[in-house]
């Protein structure tokens, strides 16, 4: 079993920066592919960014191509999402999730393991 835990969100105005952190604890994740997810109210939890096991891949939904960066670091066991020149758009509950599969998978059905999630507010 992997419990993952995520942090660093919180409120930021339009154009802002944060970086959320996920810590995976139960068992080591460098065998895992790893994704992050966001779901805005009252609308379906969508795809935001996944990496392979061993962070040489990555790949990100086109609403966040060139403003979010995902990283991966197998020795502390965790698994980062940079978030820069935020839009109010990007409101929502990020969660962090891992998968058993060898590719980078963008589906949430792929994922085994979840965290509880972090909120990230964008005011404009």
């Known amino acids: 079993q992997v419990q993952l835990v995520e942090s660093g969100g919180g409120s930021v105005q339009a154009g802002g920066s944060l970086r959320l952190s996920c810590a995976a604890s139960g068992r080591t994740i460098s065998r895992n592919a790893m994704g992050w997810f966001r779901q805005a109210p009252e609308k379906e939890r969508e795809f935001v960014a996944g990496?392979?096991?061993?962070?040489?891949?990555?790949y990100y939904a086109d609403s966040v191509k060139g403003r979010f960066t995902i990283s991966k670091d197998n020795a502390k066991n965790t698994v980062d999402l940079q978030m820069n020149t935020l839009k109010p758009e990007d409101t929502g509950v990020y969660y962090c999730?891992?998968?058993?599969?060898?590719?980078?998978?963008?589906?949430?059905?792929?994922?085994?393991?979840w965290g509880q999630g972090t909120q990230v507010t964008v005011s404009s």
């Open positions: 999730a891992a998968a058993t599969t060898t590719w980078v998978p963008s589906q949430q059905y792929d994922y085994d393991y």
């Open positions: 990496i392979n096991w061993s962070g040489g891949i990555t």
